[in-house]
């Protein structure tokens, strides 16, 4: 992926109509009826493939590679349509502002939610499959016979006579021809370039150190920016003393960045870093500076009991099933914030002259990069642009937030002409990230006299994201997040995998002062937690097997007891687990997947855990790259894992207290499991689901349920580093 | 001003001496493979080689690396081009997610081969102890092994 060709080149060309949407995006974007100046330069088929003339092929890709293969998987199924030899095919990132110049021809380019593929399949297929019937109409035109007559496989032409012509020779005859609209595609199990285990197609630059992040970008004249925001939430600059470091080594500007940061632009970043370390600076902290994470908790504790919560899944009567039980189980269990913590710290650079402003960023939405250039420099749309830059991680954080882009704006609008390469700090990463929220859950379930489950209460008490980051949504649910609800919803992506006589789901909203934001997996994390940890208490307190017991419940939900039958089977559930070796099993819906993990582990003096393996299914009903899915699941579980066993963001006097690695740690490869995944798409006409996030809830509560089978404790609150225990 | 040996070549740069090594490497000799993940030693992502031995660039003050052999991931492949087989290995394993810790990853893994040609499953959980947030682990060992038979 070469984006540095993107920033002298432009090919604005009137593309198709725009394609995608009904995607509730967060901002306005000026996506007018502008009409942009042809100057193609290469031959477009389409808005999404280019054939060259030596028969390589550029797919385009509107989705951010950060790690998780969607440019590789996106172009299989480009590829797939297209009958091109997949050995010359490259990617590129259209801009931003060709998004917008073009009438948003390719659609959303917002990569969260696990959307990049399942969202985008079908109109990315059929532009590949427009471009190859526009190839094949051409070689038809030249041959002078009806276009019926020839087929188009691995790049090559063929006509009724076995004569045979090559894309890149009739790319510029095709290019010239209308795109069809709407081709019909083909039936996957047709596919020979998707839905196989191909390699990446961006891995040699990145073992070699040529790969450039944005971090890595150097621009001729560019300076460095360091920047410190009020570390209390809410707070604001009240004074710093830019004379103290006017002077020291590099040193070109102090900036006051909004009302609540101060920059220090140096020739180094080492430079810059070195004075804002040196600067006074006084902060106003405002109304938040006596928050705690004590004091956090104790407001989402009476939320537990409050009457009445937003409704996500109502059936029956639980609380009347649960006043007429003849036993009750009850349980608290709480999920704390974490930060995304990407290896590559946050970063944006900006060049801003009074006629235009570009960002190079690495982001996981172009256009809310893109809005975030207009807001911050003021410049209408058609004098800014984006220029998207490999992501050193994402995980959610570089999404619908775009505050270090607003910040590298504000700090190159004053030296204009400069670019600007705004880095945070690992500290400042840590103290100022969107974090995933806090949030509490009471759970009470209901059994008659026979043990039969009779009803059930789940009571989330927390922060809502969507309340802080899409209001108009929430508003639009009358004060609901429904988002709160992932996993555990009544219906959609998320939906409930069980089927609960008298069940009642609800969420009392409290919304602290920290900033919320989308976490890999989002919601599914905590609620996957609570409920399959539950699901195993309940089966415990009726003295059945936790897998027979779930089974009850799954009659009706025969996907989401596919991935669990195929876990238990693979782990041999119905067989005794080695000696010293104890088991734990979770399932969930979640992104329109369905997926299951069977974890075995080991427990030394009661506080030593040895996660050893863990067997993971996954039904994302198709499957494009199964080798990519595959180190998604297993990367996931080193999120996921990292997350329960060692990661809290911790609030003193209303800011982050952890501010690095040493006291906010990350798995290690000596305690990664074994991770089986098994890859079962069931096909079909469910729509397609995501990858990248729903397997990582999975692996928590099997470890927890495991953890009960080994020693008969119930851990209900994250990290395990807070019990006392260690990850070995 | 500082005299570097970076990659066999010599380096004049304009540093004080505490500068850490890492932003020498990435800022003045404009090396930027080398990555920036924690600046305090805690992850790895800066790792490169001084005199043949895996240190976290991050932690070492320009001034300790004078006169010593530095070596970077751009410097890693033989000077024919040739990739290092610890490259090789982790382009046939598909290896890297987002990439981002990989050359830090790849610089400690190939100093655990110089020094144990073939390790066991725990000599490489005993020496590589980078950070790896997109999750690479499962496939890092399996590449592993297959360097070491290389
Ligand atoms: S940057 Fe040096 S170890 Fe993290
Ligand atoms: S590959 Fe992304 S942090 Fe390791």
Redesign the pocket.
Known sequence: MNYLSKISRRSFVIGSAAAGGGLAIGFDLPFGPKSAQASASEPELGVWVVVKPDDSVIIRIARSEMGQGTITGLAQLVAEELECDWSKVSTEYPTPGQNVARKRAWGSYSTGGSRGIRESHEYVRQGGAAARMMLIQAAANEWKIPVEQCSAANSIITGPDGRKTTFGKVTEAASKLPVPDKPKLKDPKDWKIAGKPLKRLDTADKVTGKQIYGSDLKLPGMLNAAIKECPVFGGKVKSFDAARVAGMKGVKKVVQVGNTGVAVVADTWWHAKTALDALPIVWDEGPNAKVSSSSIADTLKQGLDAEQGFVGNKSGDAKAAIASAAKKVEAVYSYPYQNHAPMEPMNATARYTADKCEVWVPTQDGEASFAAVLAASGLPADKCEVYKINLGGGFGRRGAFQDYVHQAVLIAKEMPGTPIKLLWS?EEDMVQGRYHPVMQCKLVGAFDKDNNLTGMHMRLSGQSILAAVRPAIVEQQKGRDPLAFQGVFESGEHAFGYTIPNLLIDHAMHNPHVPPGFWRGVNINQNCIFMECFMDELAHAAGQDALEFRRKFLGKHPKNLAVLNAVAEKIGWDKPAPKGIYRGLAHMKAFAAYVAAAAEISVTDGNKIKVHRIVAATDPIYAVNPAQIDRQVAGSFVYGLSALFLQECTVKDGRIVETN?DTYDSMRIAQMPKVESIIMPSGGTDPWGGVGEPTICVAAPAVLNAYFNATGKRIRSIPLKNHGITMV | MANLTINGKAFDLDVEPDTPL?WAIRENAGLTGT?????????????VHIDGVAI????VPVSEAVGKQITTIEGLASANGALHKVQQAWIANDVPQCGYCQT?MIMAVAALLKDKPKPTDADIDTAIT??CRCGTFQQVREAIHQAATA
């Open positions: 690992r690695f | 890492l990555k920036y993940g924690c600046g305090i030693a805690q992850c790895g992502a800066c790792t976290r660039s991050c932690g830090g980078n950070i």
